[in-house]
């Protein structure tokens, strides 16, 4: 399965992008609107992106009257990213969610303050409020994150989401000063590739778990070394701000790499395109 990474894509603005998707990721949902951070909150550096958005959103109830009918339209499965702020924070979403693919629980998130509580009594408290399957949304900046893996299957969580962004800097060359208004933020993009695969082989070794694998997936060889590692669903995340239409590109690329048949890649391309404007219909 091809998702987005939450965060990386607005499906109510661009729902013919989503609809290349096999399933769409929202942005995470706090039980209360939240504006974020303050700009800039995105910055561009050589070796990736950093984005300090701070979970803005609509909060749950705006989440649940407006934006969760209109996702529906779609006609694809949806993943919705939940945070908060503490376990209850968490569990109280999942409570009221219904009818949709999965939850993904966004532990990890560099760009505020974290949960009072560990991952694995969020995952537990989650747990106890809903059936639905949950994703655990991890973080390779802890020491041992196949520890953290391990913690949270024992919880209850169904599969893991691998990984979220990396805290990183970038300094103005003028003033030598931050860029992000808060400081630091989040890195994503092709430095986080290594990382994100090393968590993958070893959360799935810890585990077992089904694991969504993101984390600098630009090009089908970069989704099929993920699969390799571990990764059942791979997710593209910044690459789609330079690429839009990337699930498309990767779907073919993978035929590639995975067949070396240049013909099944042009099928599988003419066949995406085909789906996407029945969708877009």
């Not at 705006?62 to 702020?85: M, N, Q, Y």
């Amino acid at each position: 399965m091809l998702l987005n990474a939450s965060g990386c894509l607005d499906a109510l603005v661009a729902p013919e992008v989503a609809r290349q998707f096999d399933g769409f990721v929202t942005k995470t949902i706090t039980p209360l609107p939240r504006d974020g951070n303050a700009p800039p909150r995105i910055a561009e550096t050589g070796y990736g992106m950093l984005n300090a958005i701070g979970l803005a959103n609509p909060g749950r109830e705006g989440f649940l009257d407006d934006h969760l009918p209109r996702l529906r339209e779609l006609g694809i499965p949806l993943w919705i990213s939940v945070g908060g702020f503490c376990a209850q924070d968490y569990a109280d979403t999942c409570g009221v969610l219904e009818d949709v693919e999965a939850i993904e629980l966004n532990l990890s998130c560099p760009n505020v303050d974290e949960a009072a509580d560990s991952a694995a009594a969020i995952v537990s408290a989650c747990r106890a409020a809903t059936t639905l399957p949950l994703y655990a949304k991890l973080s390779a900046a802890h020491p041992d994150v196949a520890s953290v893996a391990r913690a949270v299957a024992d919880a209850g969580a169904d599969g893991l989401s691998l990984v979220n962004t990396l805290r990183g800097l970038a300094l103005d060359p003028t003033t030598l000063q931050p860029v992000l208004a808060r400081g630091t933020g989040g890195l994503s993009g092709p430095s986080l590739k290594p990382v994100a695969l090393a968590a993958v082989h070893a959360c799935y070794a810890a585990t077992q778990l089904p694991i969504v694998g993101m984390g600098g997936v630009a090009t089908g060889q970069d989704a099929l070394e993920f699969v390799a590692c571990g990764a059942l669903h791979v997710a593209l995340g910044t690459v789609l701000f330079s690429d839009p239409n990337a699930a498309l590109r990767v779907r073919e690329e993978l035929a590639v790499v995975q067949t070396g048949d240049k013909h099944a890649a042009a099928h599988t391309s003419e066949k995406m395109l085909e789906l996407s404007a029945k969708a877009v219909a």
